[in-house]
């Protein structure tokens, strides 16, 4: 029942900006650590950026100082706002998030990604 879903992918030209939302859903007591990767085609799904329930954040060294992660919790949703953004950046991004539902453990969630292509 728990899921999340992303959204705010597309094209975008260098030097751009773009923000990504990722909501969470379902019967959930908890969300603790949320967060949100990349996969390149042909490449791992790396780290971008981490945030903890008291805003504690983690940034990619290819990322610092152009993206930022931030979240509300009251809305059960995290951020990603991405600026100077390069081709590099091109990739399908995912949410991520540490969830404990009513009634059931602690678990990780992944959202169905969303594509964001940096390219002019």
């Known amino acids: 029942q728990v899921r999340l879903v992303e959204s705010g992918g597309g094209l975008v030209q260098p030097g751009g900006s773009l923000g990504l939302s990722c909501a969470a859903s379902g019967s959930i007591l908890i969300i603790s650590n949320m967060g949100w990767y990349r996969q390149a085609p042909g490449k791992p799904r790396d780290l971008v950026a981490t945030?903890?329930?008291?805003?504690?954040?983690n940034y990619a060294d290819s990322v610092k100082g152009r993206f930022t992660i931030s979240r509300d919790n009251a809305k059960r949703r995290v951020y990603l706002q991405m600026n100077s953004l390069n081709p590099e950046d091109t990739a399908v991004y995912y949410c991520?998030?540490?969830?404990?539902?009513?009634?059931?453990?602690?678990?990780?969630?992944w959202g169905q990604g969303t594509q964001v292509t940096v390219s002019s």
């Open positions: 991520n998030a540490d969830i404990r539902p009513l009634g059931y453990a602690p678990s990780n969630y």
């Open positions: 945030i903890t329930s008291t805003g504690t954040t």
